[in-house]
């Protein structure tokens, strides 16, 4: 059984803050930062705005990471998504602009359907969310985490692990043959 | 106040609903791109939130988000190498213009 595998001889740990005042205003701050970059996203024109609006957004989200103690995905949230696929897609963006101020515009009729939808559905999920029982605890639990990952990673975890370094591969030679010179 | 397991599903449903948003509304190929890696980022949130409140110490939720970061990295490459063979092919990344296969 999994439930209880830490790595050995690591104490299940009660963090200090839990439901303390400093975790609920950092927890605030930081899910209003993730938010509102999110909107920045999707009310910029600019395309490298949006960029910038995302990269504050992800690193939001890796500030909440670190709030539900997932120390390693937070890290690997840095490095892989911000530092990485971020930095791709401005790439993107900057080979594939012509000019900084060309625009695409979407008619007004469709922005107001799709707000109509979007609005509909994040009040319908939160309504959801709200009413639902769930049975959660509240124990931080502070264990090693990168230990035990990697223990999941190579035992329970071991043929997606596997595929995942195949898909790498994969997309590497895709993205080589993708970008190739037209002779 | 303590801080529920409903907040953070809460945060990843605004961030879904913004990146569905993104994705319906933007011409810019790119754009449609960062649409997807917000909805991707709010399945991520909430695997982990789940997972520490739910049950602490299995780390299920935290190594199906690291593989979702991992197929999120991967497609994003593709997404990309497409975008710029279409902007090298029709010097545009509207997404409108690119309709030669409709109908």
């Known amino acids: 059984m999994h439930s209880a595998a830490f790595a050995a001889g690591e104490p299940a740990v009660v963090s200090a803050a839990s439901g303390g005042l400093l975790e609920a205003v950092l927890f605030y701050a930081v899910a209003g930062a993730t938010v509102a970059s999110a909107l920045g996203v999707c009310i910029s024109r600019n395309i490298v705005r949006m960029a910038v609006w995302l990269f504050i957004s992800l690193g939001s989200v890796a500030m909440l990471y670190f709030l539900l103690a997932a120390n390693f995905l937070a890290a690997i949230q840095l490095i892989v998504y911000v530092g990485g696929t971020l930095v791709l897609l401005i790439f993107g963006v900057m080979l594939t602009s012509k000019s900084p101020w060309v625009r695409f515009d979407t008619p007004k009729l469709e922005l107001l359907a799709a707000m109509v939808v979007c609005a509909a559905l994040a009040i319908c999920l939160c309504i959801v969310l709200s009413r639902t029982a769930w049975s959660g605890t509240q124990q931080v639990v502070a264990g090693a985490t990168v230990a035990a990952l990697g223990e999941r990673l190579l035992t329970t975890y071991l043929v997606p692990f596997e595929v995942a370094g195949v898909l790498l591969m994969i997309v590497m030679v895709g993205a080589a043959h993708l970008a190739r010179q037209e002779e | ?103």
């Open chain 2, 1 to 103: 106040m303590t801080i529920g397991l409903t907040h953070y599903l809460v945060v990843a449903a605004a961030l879904f609903a913004t990146g569905l948003f993104t994705m319906m509304t933007k011409r810019n190929a790119i754009g449609i791109l960062i649409g997807v890696e917000l909805i991707l980022n709010s399945a991520n949130v909430n695997f982990v939130a789940f997972d520490r409140y739910l049950g602490p110490g299995r780390l299920d939720g935290q190594i199906t988000a690291l593989f979702v970061i991992v197929v999120a990295a991967a497609e994003a490459a593709i997404a990309v190498g497409i975008c710029i063979n279409v902007y090298k092919n029709l010097a545009t990344v509207d997404v409108d213009s690119a309709a030669r296969l409709q109908g």
